[in-house]
């Protein structure tokens, strides 16, 4: 089991950024590839940015030259980078861990990212 908690948001102004991390329970954080969703309220969960287990990057069309994955294998840590945020940028946004040896996936519960002036 891998618990995987998620932090760094809360309100900002448009064009404003933020950062957030998600912190793994797991000793074997660099199996995993690790990938951020996003969730608003009324909307299907949508995928923000993933990380493979070798670094290799992959985002969602909306978040591409304003976010920037990365991950920590020391620090057991997935980051995102949000720069110039947008109000429809404002969701939950879910950190999820996926091994493909193993086939396991974990979720964590999310941080509330809400862009307004």
């Known amino acids: 089991q891998v618990q995987l908690v998620e932090s760094g948001g809360g309100l900002v102004q448009p064009g404003g950024s933020l950062r957030l991390s998600c912190s793994a329970s797991t000793i074997s954080f660099s199996i995993y590839n690790m990938t951020w969703y996003c969730q608003a309220p009324g909307k299907q969960r949508e995928l923000v940015a993933s990380?493979?287990?070798?670094?290799?990057?992959n985002y969602g069309d909306s978040v591409k030259g304003r976010f920037t994955i990365s991950r920590d294998n020391v620090r057991k840590t997935v980051y995102l980078e949000m720069n110039n945020l947008k109000p429809e940028d404002s969701a939950v946004y879910l950190c999820?861990?996926?091994?493909?040896?193993?086939?396991?996936?974990?979720w964590g519960k999310g941080t509330l990212v809400t862009v307004s002036s």
């Open positions: 990380i493979t287990i070798d670094g290799r990057t």
């Open positions: 999820k861990a996926h091994s493909v040896i193993f086939n396991l996936e974990f």
